[in-house]
């Protein structure tokens, strides 16, 4: 195919000396470093990137700035990948996605010719009955309007998160961005800009926003100078802010990071989206909006087209057409959708070029060559609102570029709580209602001309200086007073009877679906978003929100103003999982005893915001496999040490101790006695599962709760936030950070404690399982608990953190004759699964009630309330769905993970929530969720490991190991 590139300065992203070529659809394509997909497929000649959602039509560039799903393309290794923005690599293969047979030829593109027998909701009322129905349906309609294929052996990449503090942070730079901050930097202001493109500039790196095109240029070069050169700015390319949060918190998204960015103030300058005309046709490859085009040419050096014709409501197409004529494109005609002409100074040089101007028409339909890109479109007069006459005009071209007007980039300024308002008169959107420290500058205020942009940002820019405190005496005046200029077209919308309109490119809405749905009784115009599902897609209503709110106006007899547009919510374009899930760096916390770890080889690992030790590698060769199976071993058969400083602490003193514990608690604490713990099982209002810890009573009025390491935060907010309701009597306090600790578990425990206490009676009798004493501990004053969680003999002593590494060296002495070694996280977990204890929020989850965990036992039926009660009851009173099992495996089965399935059949039943090898046992042990008729002692589960290999593994009673509790109690 012809090569279409256009000559320098044309191409600013482009770097010609860097040829690269890569695949698409089986085609060799040549292009350069910094080219799209998109843009290098162009530029061999070749329009049709993809295929639509629904009705399998051809689909090419609309946008050319990732705001839309007409470029959705299959890379080897991610689906749905925007081809207009996906930078080209050396060797890439791209296919399109979506269609049966081939890209050029998809045999399913026939189901548009079905079209009226799937209208807007068809499925909500044709595949509910009979019932199971949607079952049968379901694949088939996921096969044929299926997007991607999902790589599921693909390596996870690399992806993490970092902080970034600044006075302002400025969303998008453009003129009016830059501007802003140039403004508040001069001033000494710290500011960063995020601006998505690989340059700053924005509309001046693509855009001719004056007759001159040197004059853009000149602003251009002079702002890019000033900002990249700017001792107190900080630019991030690449880059998007995708929301924002209470006091301006705002995630912004650069390659594989993720910055949370705490800003003292914030310049919203993200521009404006170009909006569709709504015409026949109107999505075939060739047809796009008018500032693709332009970034075609001036970002990849792309020509996008042989023949032009620009249809209009506005004076930028004016401004466009000469840059195409000045690099070679035909400019056939310029429809105009105004009743009248602009000024002579834009419409006399496309004059003197040959170029025809039409007033007052439109395109009523965009037709279609053999190959589905656009060849002609029909021109018919505006002859009232949305209506044309009865014939028009033919005009050949292979590209059709169009524009209704503006829409502001609203999104981060209503997350933050502000309005967007429409006037019907003027056709304009303005912004209000926004937070302290939020200004906003440029298009997104209904500014086009370079000028009053400009004049915008100094505007926003001395609006923060005030704001910061730094700059009172400066003035804050807007550019100019006065009404702005008609940008935007009020009704681009034209109803053919054949259909085919678009009003949402994303989802495949015609005008026809949207009118439907305001029949079907949907006149709100979030539930029409709800039923028609316009404004779902990747372009999240940027193109579609406001010729949804006109059409919705119109049905409903209501003005767009009432009317509305959908509600905008975080994040602002999709963001994948793995920036979610990536790598965190969050401040972390040591224990006292923290120097000792690492004099001992510890391997560290997070737990909570703490960091604990994992495992010991007492040798250097030894593997964590190894280390793990000896620590836990070396406490069955003597005695171990670990630190458990990192629990939660709570204090509760006062007349109401008891009785608010009783109604926070799902266990009976009234009647608790002194010197006894209890276990302590807290649940929500939800009747879920959410932590748990032991309740130790020191005194009538004074009880010691501990809770988990990474719950106790939450628990402490819980109670205090309880008893603004409840009015006890009773001080909460949270004494995590006062106290360290330690558990000394093994059958030798008794025997080297014993050496530390000379005035307390550790005798069995005098100090039984489950009970708490204060006394002292190698002289240092400690609380002692008599608890079992790792099986054994043991006791958690808790001590002053200032005492911290004493208490552990005492210890460490007095057992150096009896084999006591360190144990960490793992063996812990490890030994507590053998004794199957359940870890709150390893082997529960967002829906865990004590039933399904078999922890009724833990429930306290006969006092009257607790938080949970009665949710918890009417839980258990249905038939169960699923329980946590424990199960066992032989030793050389294949080790099932967390988190890998349990199945019937191929339907998902639970997962393993803990699994290891037992040394104890010589066995593998775990526990995961099954459905209730497979949770019987005896009973056989299926779970599914790495490779897809099958494992059945058998349900047994917990616990593991000494189900008579007899080495805990001696």
Known sequence: MTQKRLAAPMGRLIDRRQPLQFTFEGEQISGFAGDSIASAVIASGRHLLSRSFKYHRPRGVLSMFGQDANTLVQLTDEPNVLADVQPIAQGLTVTGQNYNGSLDNDRDAKMQLFSRFMPVGFYYRAFYKPKGMWKRWEPLIRRKAGLGVLNLKIEAAYYDKAYLFCDVLVVGGGPAGLQA??????????????????????????????AEAQQTEQVLQFMTSRVETHPNIRVLLNATCNGWFKDHYLPVIQGQRMYKVRATSSVIAAGAYDQPVIFRNNDLPGVMLTSAAQRLMQHYGVKPGQRAVL??????????????????????????????????????????????????????????????QVSAVEVRSIVGQGKVAASGKRIECDLLCMSAGYMPAWQLPCQAGGKLSYDDASASFTLSHLPAGMFTAGSINGWHTLEEVVQDGTHAGRMVLQQLGI?????????????????????????HPKGKEFVDFD?????????????????????????????????QGRHSALPTARLVAQATAR??????????????????????????????RVTAIHQRHLALQAQMMPAGNWLRPGWYQTVPATDKKTAVQAEALNVRNNVGLIDVSTLGGIELRGPDAAEFLNRLYTFAFIKQPVGRTRYALMTNEQGVVIDDGVACRLAENHFYVTATTSGVARVYQSMLQWNTRWRLDVD???????????NLAGPQSRKVLSKLCDELDLSAEAFPYLACREGK???????????????????EIHVPTRYGQALWDALMQAGSNDGIKPFGVEAQRLLRLEKGHVIIGQDTDGMSHPGEISMSWAVNRVKPEFIGRRAIDILESHPPVRKLVAFTLPAASPLPLEGHLVLEGERITGNVTSCEYSPTLKAIIGMSYASADRATPGDSITIRTEGGRDVTALVVKLPFYDAENQRQEL
């Not at 700059?471 to 109803?495: C, V, Y």
């Open 311 to 372: 249809l209009t409501g506005n004076d930028d197409a004016y401004l466009a057409a000469l840059m195409m004529h000045e690099q070679g494109v035909t400019v056939a005609a310029i429809i105009d959708l105004r009743t009248e002409l602009p000024s002579a100074a834009l419409t006399q040089p496309l004059q003197r070029a040959g170029i025809e101007l039409i007033a007052n028409a439109t395109v009523y339909e965009a037709l279609a060559a053999s190959a589905g």
């Open 181 to 210: 901050a140039l403004t508040a930097a001069d001033s000494g202001a710290q500011v960063i800009v995020v601006e998505q493109l690989p340059l700053i500039g924005g509309a001046l790196s693509w855009a001719r926003m004056a």
């Open 559 to 588: 003005s767009v103003s009432e009317t509305g547009v959908t509600t905008a919510r975080p994040p602002f374009s999709a963001e994948s999982l793995a920036h979610l899930a990536g790598r965190h760096f969050d401040p972390w």
């Open 732 to 742: 909460i306090a949270n004494v995590s950070s006062a106290w360290a600790a330690v």
């Open 507 to 539: 989802e495949d809405l015609q005008i026809n679906d949207i009118i439907n749905a305001t029949k079907h009784g949907y006149r709100d115009v979030q539930l029409v978003k709800r039923f028609s599902t316009v404004g779902m897609g990747p372009s």
């Open 471 to 495: 700059n009172n005496n400066i003035s804050t005046l807007p550019p100019k007073q006065g009404e702005k200029p008609r940008i935007n077209h009020p009704w681009p919308i034209f109803a």
């Open 777 to 795: 501990v190698a002289g240092i004053p400690a609380r002692l608990l008599r608890v079992g969680f790792v099986g054994e003999l043991g006791y």
